[in-house]
């Protein structure tokens, strides 16, 4: 079982930055696949970034070179960097892991935490 607590949201204005934490607790070894997705008030869970367990990083064509996704293996934490951030950037942001390699479908995840809100304003 793995245990995910986000961290770090909050309300800035457009063209302002955030930086996401995801602590992660329970088994011993990390999933394979770890990612923050993130949902708009009435729009679907969308995927943001993703890191798999060799490195490899995905990023949304929305958030590239805005966006940077990181893991600190030491601490158990994924974070999330938010720079230039725009009004559409608005909604729940949610950490989640899973077994194997980094699926852009969030109904693939078997782990989720509780989220973070992000407001950005015009």
């Known amino acids: 079982q793995v245990q995910l607590v986000e961290s770090g949201g909050g309300s800035v204005q457009a063209g302002g930055s955030l930086s996401l934490s995801c602590a992660r607790s329970g088994r011993a070894s990390s999933p394979d696949c770890m990612g923050w997705f993130r949902q708009a008030s009435g729009k679907e869970r969308e995927v943001v970034a993703t890191a798999d367990s060799i490195g490899k990083l995905r990023y949304a064509d929305s958030v590239k070179g805005r966006f940077t996704i990181s893991k600190d293996s030491a601490k158990n934490t994924l974070y999330l960097q938010m720079l230039n951030l725009k009004p559409d950037g608005t909604g729940m942001y949610y950490c989640?892991?899973?077994?194997?390699?980094?699926?852009?479908?969030?109904?693939?995840?078997?782990?989720w935490g509780q989220g973070t809100q992000v407001t950005v304003s015009s």
């Open positions: 989640a892991a899973r077994g194997g390699w980094c699926d852009p479908d969030p109904a693939e995840y078997t782990y």
